[in-house]
């Protein structure tokens, strides 16, 4: 079999144009094309229709809106050709950088890490990698897990434009999502005053959700949001104070969540999301105090052997959920009211932006 052309040319968001041209002394009946995103573990298939033949010209549309990948990672594909007598040959395989085309993106690298910014920036785009760098490092050393591989970010010049990358069904107000299957970031920065802070927070708490994946990856389950969420937030390089406020009055009113209700989201309403973000960093402040970092070491290891949610407590903490529900709540009742300021509902807004992007994600893919 020989093939003369294997093109693939991306018109973001709307389609892939891939082009095959091939000859061979068997008719061809029948062609596969095979793509998988890097790093990710899922192969596509599509099987466009041709008329049978020793010469194969074809130029096939695959609609992305439908079959939705998003920017900033790499494809790799290639052909399969099927015979009449069922052997198949397979064309060389190629790979495609599937970026937004409706902009000019500038590429920095430090060590592992790429950013990729649609703002020409020098000071932006160092800024961004000192961040992740930072955040990636100190993570890493206190809890003793490590990121694999190239970590990816993709910075669009505000949240509008990121948003247009996105999935029609998107949410308004997302700003920032992590997708750690391909150890991607995707932020929307306006660039200017007020810059670095957005920087610091949206990225330090986003590439620490790809950490933690990485340091529980495993078949079977993800850890529960309250532990993926507590720490990420936890940790950010921006402190958010509102996540106090929310607290407190969950506190004094009695209407903090469990941990079962936080294991697997925060919904969307704007009031619940926010508190779960505050309850679920005030967990991780606990079990840090009563079983300091190796006790989250221990924790994030089990979690990796794809157990449950009681079985990694009681393997690493000797604990349960309720059990561990309780003693947070006991402990959280024994501190001094803060008295903070409830925030306004434009910044509860704000504070769901990272989380509406994971939500988001989640349920593109599932």
Same mark, same amino acid.
């Given at each position: ?8 040319? @991306? ?17 061809? @009946? ?47 594909? *290639? ?23 409706r902009y000019r ?31 990636v490092t100190t ?61 610091? $927070? ?46 407190? *009055? ?9 941990? $079962? ?10 009031? $619940? ?94």
């Amino acid at each position: 079999m020989h093939v003369a052309d294997l093109g693939a040319a @991306v018109t973001f968001p709307d389609r892939i144009v891939f082009t095959l041209e091939a000859e061979s002394t068997a008719p061809i @009946v029948r062609v596969e094309l095979r793509y998988r995103p890097v790093p990710g573990r899922i192969t596509f298939v599509a099987r466009p229709s041709i008329v049978p033949g020793t010469h194969l010209a074809l130029r096939y549309e695959r609609d992305m809106r439908v079959n939705y990948l998003p920017p900033g990672i790499d494809i790799v594909y *290639r052909w399969r050709l099927f015979f009449a007598d069922g052997s198949w040959s397979e064309s060389p395989e190629r790979t495609l950088a599937y970026f937004d085309d409706r902009y000019r993106w500038t590429q920095r690298t430090r060590g592992s890490i790429e950013v990729y910014s649609a703002v020409d920036d020098s000071r932006f785009i160092e800024a961004a990698l000192t961040v992740t760098d930072e955040a990636v490092t100190t993570f890493s050393e206190r809890f003793a897990v490590s990121l694999e591989g190239p970590l990816r970010i993709l910075l669009y010049p505000s949240p509008e434009a990121l948003r247009s990358a996105l999935p029609a069904h998107s949410e308004e107000w997302i700003g920032g999502i992590a997708i750690p299957e391909y150890r991607l970031v995707l932020a929307g920065i306006v660039p200017g005053p007020g810059a670095q802070q957005e920087l610091a $927070r949206i990225l330090s708490h986003e590439v620490l959700h790809l950490v933690i994946a990485q340091a529980t990856d495993n078949p079977f389950r993800a850890p529960p949001t309250w532990l993926d969420e507590g720490l990420a937030t936890l940790y950010q390089a921006v402190e958010d104070p509102r996540l106090d406020a929310a607290l407190e *009055r969950a506190r004094g009113e009695g209407t903090l969540p469990s941990l $079962r209700a936080l294991s697997s989201g925060f919904g969307t309403d704007p009031e $619940r999301a926010l508190l779960g973000y505050a309850a679920s960093r005030s967990v991780v402040q606990f079990i840090l105090l009563t079983y300091g970092e190796d006790g989250v070491q221990r924790l994030l290891a089990t979690y990796r052997e794809g157990m449950t949610d009681d079985e990694a407590l009681s393997r690493s903490l000797g604990t349960t959920v309720d059990e561990l529900d309780r003693a947070w709540k006991q402990w959280l009742s024994d501190q001094p009211a803060t008295h903070a300021r409830p925030p306004s509902a434009g910044v509860v807004l704000l504070a769901l932006t990272e989380l509406i992007g994971i939500l988001a994600f989640a349920m593109w893919y599932r």
